[in-house]
């Protein structure tokens, strides 16, 4: 009889991830003493972390706040598909003061989860003001995403920053999260349409039909614009048939981005050939 442990040492990783989605929490023991495996290879404890999010029960979402960011992205993924809220407290438990805290990722998967939205807006929002940058964004699209007053002010400011750095990380935060299935962020993302600002690469993650995903590899990275990865985002969400192909690393022309403005026009949106002002950070 198939164990998830015989299936892991046979390599046959399509089989072990429909062995857990079949057995369900019944597999959860299973992948618990994998992962309690002495000097377990990161790969392999991912891949365990991977098993859970075929798991869409109570327990595998515990499971998966316990072991917050042990499997890179597939916690805070698996949780966002799987919403539970008696993992919510052990989110929340996690969570240092706003002059500590680093971890966007865990504000961003907080913001998601089934709570009550006013329970989720005051846990989040002391973090508008933490001393790290990734912190603060992490709050600020988190809160963008519970329709806080002042989200679109505050995203706005984001994405005028000056510094390219922070820039990138704004918009890695959109593919790290998917942001571009929610439409309501269309028109904070209009301005960057116009913004010339070169950023590096921000590591687009492309998903698998499986559920899993592949980042970009060293040799691929390259510098691209703002407003390419906006065209992006954008183009996604709202899923515009346009004569040419849309691709991630891509720098589109201003003919191509002309075109995208006007199909926003015709769906009713405000456009404007403006970026938006340099802010200070």
Not at 15 to 40: F, G, M
Not at 107 to 132: F, G, I
Request: with cysteine; hydrophobic share 35%; charged share 30%.
């Amino acid at each position: 009889m198939a164990t998830l442990e015989n299936l892991i040492k046979q390599e046959k990783w399509d089989d072990a991830l429909q062995y857990c989605h079949n057995h369900k929490d019944a597999a959860i023991p299973e992948i618990n003493a994998v992962l309690a495996t002495p000097r377990l290879n990161g790969t392999l404890e991912n891949f365990m972390y991977h098993c859970l999010r075929q798991i869409r029960t109570a327990g595998a979402a515990v499971r998966l706040a316990e072991g917050f960011n042990r499997g890179g992205r597939e916690n805070a993924y698996g949780l966002i598909e799987n919403p539970r809220p008696e993992a919510y407290p052990i989110l929340k438990a996690r969570l240092k003061s706003p002059k500590d805290e680093r971890d966007k990722d865990l504000l961003l998967t907080m913001a998601q989860m089934d709570v009550p939205v006013e329970q989720r807006v005051a846990d989040v929002k002391p973090y508008l003001h933490a001393k790290d940058l990734d912190a603060r964004q992490g709050a600020i699209l988190g809160l963008a995403l519970l329709g806080d007053p002042g989200s679109t002010e505050r995203m706005a400011y984001e994405l005028g920053t000056k510094y390219p750095q922070a820039k990138s990380n704004f918009l890695r935060v959109f593919y790290d999260f998917r942001a571009w299935r929610i439409p309501k962020f269309v028109p904070a993302l209009i301005p960057v349409l116009n913004d010339p600002m070169p950023l590096n690469d921000i590591g687009i993650r492309m998903y698998l039909p499986g559920g899993g995903e592949q980042s970009t590899t060293p040799d691929e990275e390259r510098y691209c614009r703002a407003r390419d990865y906006a065209l992006n985002i954008i183009v996604k969400t709202l899923n515009l048939d346009l004569p040419f192909k849309i691709k991630d690393q891509t720098t589109y022309t201003k003919e191509q981005r002309d075109l995208v403005k006007q199909k926003l026009r015709d769906r009713g949106y405000t456009v404007t050939d403006e970026p938006y002002p340099a802010t200070s950070d």
